[in-house]
């Protein structure tokens, strides 16, 4: 079945500590995009890719990285430097990022602990 | 810039009752407006969308949404609701030309039996 992937599903990290969050897509998307969910807040922008080896932040990229070597992946880089870390995170990824109005499509979410 | 705003953080509705959740945008042209849903600890699931022509969209399950200009409003609607549609929907806008989409906070609904 055609979709998106992300890993872990649950994933715990002590402070100070990196880690990477998995996103693949086999929809043959152009442009990927990550989100941030917090209750009560919506989603938020963290960065977007539109084609491989470009990538552009969005609004809260303090504290993030990412990597877009493949036309397929996106992981998302959670670093020491992010305060807040403590999230719900959705992978996105949508036909091509101009157009009209393309359809954005989500994976499953990944919950991110820091203890 | 463009914004969005669901004015209800929680509605409760009873099962085969009618639902309206209500969202209004922020967006100086014509805007792509979207519905999203979400069950807890899921992804977002398209519900539908409009782009231009007939201001009335039909959806997935049952929903639809009218798009009002005068109102700068996109609420979306369903004559019957059922315990399955207890969820959380996120309104969306775009702008023309450029699929990042900015988020409402969502309206969580609750079904009563």
């Known amino acids: 079945d055609g979709g998106i992937t992300q890993s872990p599903k649950y994933l715990f990290r002590k402070e100070g500590q990196n880690v990477t969050l998995s996103c693949e897509q086999n929809?043959?998307?152009?442009?990927m995009y990550w989100y941030r969910q917090d209750p009560g807040q919506g989603l938020r922008l963290i960065y977007y890719?539109?084609?491989?080896?470009?990538?552009q932040k969005g609004d809260i990229a303090e504290g993030y990285s990412v990597s877009r070597e493949k036309k397929e992946s996106f992981p998302l880089t959670v670093t020491s430097a992010q305060k807040n870390p403590t999230a719900f995170y959705l992978c996105?990824?949508?036909?091509?990022?101009?157009?009209?109005?393309?359809?954005?499509?989500f994976g499953e979410g990944s919950w991110l602990t820091v203890v | 810039a463009q914004s969005v705003t669901q004015p209800d953080i929680h509605i409760t509705v009873s099962e085969g009752a009618s639902l309206e959740l209500r969202c209004n945008y922020s967006?100086?042209?014509?805007?792509?407006l979207f519905w999203y849903v979400q069950s807890p600890g899921q992804g977002l699931q398209l519900l539908l969308k409009?782009?231009?022509?007939?201001?009335l969209v039909q959806g997935i399950k049952g929903f639809e949404a009218e798009f009002k200009r005068s109102q700068s409003s996109f609420n979306l609607r369903k004559p019957s609701v059922h315990w399955s549609d207890a969820a959380e929907y996120f309104c969306?806008?775009?702008?023309?030309?450029?699929?990042?989409?900015?988020f409402g906070k969502g309206t969580m609904l609750l079904v009563s039996p």
């Open positions: 996105a990824s949508s036909i091509s990022l101009t157009g009209a109005g393309n359809t954005i499509y």
């Open positions: 929809l043959n998307h152009d442009a």
């Open positions: 890719s539109q084609i491989v080896n470009d990538f």
């Open positions: 967006y100086g042209a014509t805007p792509y």
């Open positions: 409009y782009f231009s022509g007939d201001t």
């Open positions: 969306a806008v775009g702008p023309s030309g450029y699929s990042t989409l900015t």
